[in-house]
């Protein structure tokens, strides 16, 4: 196993999207059926903050100012401002009427131009349900699905370029992750590809991270791993993380060398049989990330 630091315990039930904030040298993470936000400065005094959500939040983002972040939750994409003592105010920016009941907001991500990509599914992942699709929020509002048939997207992440935006399903049925060539100037997206089979490799590809020399990090779930892929695909590395339903990872830290993990207690675990499960721990894989893009084309306010 990998050498670990303990981040936060707090525990999450489904812990997913951390973001690392590099101007308030802080990350932030979602639990997505506590439907919280968290927000800790790793190593720093100030003690970890919660924010409870009107709805389970999905994914969020960072945005250009301060304290405020967009989140992806059940039926739309709202800005948030997070306030000390818990308090927030919210505001919609797009809603979205899903094609089936019982829908949310999955995994999601900013481009290098300021576009947020998300992705839906149906909750009960036993329907084995492709309803899903993939969305993109911009000063238009949201448009799409510019991907149909997904179960479970997930793995959302942007070549250091921009011009490569990767994408996975990571229920039982798919387990693929796909590379789409992504013109920046347009949003437009094309030349979709398998570009890794992850039935050849242990878990299921859940929540990803790019690292500044392209290389593509996705998390094993079911596995306890982490594995790390380059630019064409090809396996580099694999990491062993001290729970078995690794969820999501980001990189953060003073010099972005750290990798954040998220992670998902299993149904049926008791408090005796937890352990990290539920946690965020912090990695040291040896490379750097980039700083996350920011979401910058707001439109208006639905």
């Known amino acids: 196993m990998n050498p670990y630091q303990t981040i936060a315990d707090v525990p999450d039930l489904v812990g997913e999207s951390p973001v690392w904030d590099v101007r308030a040298k802080c990350l932030w993470w979602g639990d997505i059926e506590g439907a919280f936000i968290h927000r800790c400065q790793p190593g720093g005094a100030a003690p970890l903050e919660s924010w409870h959500m009107p709805e389970r939040v999905g994914?969020?983002?960072?945005?250009?100012?301060?304290?405020?972040?967009?989140?992806?939750?059940?039926?739309?994409?709202?800005?948030?401002?997070?306030?000390?003592?818990?308090?927030?105010?919210?505001?919609?920016?797009?809603?979205?009427t899903h094609p089936a009941p019982g829908m949310r907001f999955n995994d999601g991500r900013c481009d290098?131009?300021?576009r947020f990509w998300v992705g839906t599914m149906v909750m009960d992942m036993s329907l084995a349900?492709?309803?899903?699709?993939?969305?993109?929020l911009d000063e238009r509002g949201l448009t799409g699905p510019h991907v149909t048939g997904l179960l479970t997207p997930n793995g959302l992440g942007l070549s250091p370029d921009g011009r490569t935006l990767y994408l996975s399903d990571s229920h039982p049925q798919v387990q693929k992750i796909w590379a789409f060539d992504l013109d920046l100037p347009t949003?437009?997206?094309?030349?979709?590809?398998?570009?890794?089979?992850?039935?050849?490799?242990?878990?299921?590809?859940?929540?990803a991270a790019v690292d500044a020399d392209g290389r593509y990090w996705i998390c094993g779930n079911d596995a306890g791993q982490i594995h790390a892929f380059d630019a064409q695909g090809q396996w580099t590395q694999s990491l062993t993380v001290p729970m078995p339903k690794p969820?999501?990872?980001?990189?953060?830290?003073a010099d972005l060398d750290q990798l954040f993990v998220t992670s998902i207690i299993p149904a049926q675990t008791t408090d005796a049989m937890r352990g990290s499960s539920g946690a965020v721990i912090a990695l040291q894989p040896g490379v750097r990330g980039l700083p996350?893009?920011?979401f910058s084309r707001f439109p208006a306010p639905a």
């Not at 969020?60 to 105010?89: F, P």
């Not at 094309?190 to 089979?197: A, E, I, L, T």
């Open 292 to 294: 996350e893009p920011v």
């Open 112 to 114: 290098a131009s300021g």
């Open 187 to 207: 949003g437009a997206l094309s030349h979709q590809r398998v570009f890794v089979d992850m039935n050849e490799w242990p878990g299921r590809p859940d929540g």
């Open 129 to 136: 349900s492709a309803q899903g699709g993939l969305y993109c």
């Open 247 to 253: 969820s999501m990872c980001a990189f953060g830290g």
């Open 59 to 96: 994914c969020i983002a960072l945005t250009e100012k301060s304290g405020q972040l967009i989140a992806a939750m059940e039926t739309g994409i709202a800005s948030v401002t997070l306030r000390d003592g818990g308090q927030l105010d919210w505001q919609w920016l797009a809603r979205i």
